[in-house]
């Protein structure tokens, strides 16, 4: 827990530190983070360490107690037919028992270990993304700021710059003029064919009233 307490002591103090010392700040800010990444990554990797080393004890404890098994069966083999041999068997089970034991002991620790570390870690994490967070909040008031204050004290535009935006400017005029006049030219035909197709509809009906008005009087 110490490491982690020591990583997150080393960040606070190094944003403390530069932020009030240094002019380049956004800079500064980056480097401690970038080292504290560094330093985080390296935290997991321990974590992961022991990990593998909790596993490997619990496979070593798991061996000892399949043998401790053997041994008393074969002492309630020889109990009747080979008493010093049973009891040469009990003791081979006995020290593996204490073994068992001291493994267990030590593997308690280090899952002990293991979750404070984990819990440990978490909490560097979310003050890292804390961090993070504030660093770039601070990187895009500065930058407003800077935009501000240069148009506050009237900083020119480059004229060539000036120029590009009026020749942009009339090339997109000259062609929504021409956007502008193809769309009539469509919209002409469009009205044309819509009345020539009604008046189609009007004939059909004016033809079939007139069928129905001829078959009602026959």
Request: hydrophobic share 35%; charged share 40%; net charge negative.
């Amino acid at each position: 827990m110490s490491t982690f307490r020591r990583i997150s002591a080393t960040l606070t103090a190094q944003f403390n530190e530069f932020l009030n010392q240094v002019e380049n700040h956004e800079a500064v800010a980056e480097e401690s983070i970038r080292r504290f990444s560094s330093q985080m990554q390296e935290a997991r990797f321990r974590v992961r360490v022991l990990e593998r080393e909790i596993n490997r004890y619990k496979e070593r404890i798991e061996t000892l107690a399949t043998q401790k098994v053997r041994w008393q069966d074969r002492a309630r083999n020889y109990a009747e037919s080979d008493r010093e041999k049973a009891l040469a068997c009990v003791q081979r089970a006995q020290r593996l028992e204490k073994d068992i034991a001291h493994w267990q002991s030590s593997l308690k620790e280090m899952e002990s270990q293991r979750v404070e570390l984990c819990r440990g870690l978490n909490q560097v994490e979310k003050r890292f993304e804390e961090m993070k967070r504030k660093q770039k909040l601070l990187s895009s008031r500065e930058a407003r700021a800077r935009m501000i204050k240069s148009f506050q004290d009237g900083t020119p535009v480059p004229e060539d710059l000036e120029g590009v935006f009026d020749r942009w400017e009339l090339q997109v005029m000259r062609r929504e003029a021409a956007a502008d006049s193809g769309d009539i030219c469509v919209d002409s035909l469009s009205e044309n064919l819509d009345s020539e197709e009604e008046k189609v509809e009007l004939e059909l009906a004016l033809d079939a009233l007139v069928e129905d008005k001829d078959q009602g009087q026959e």
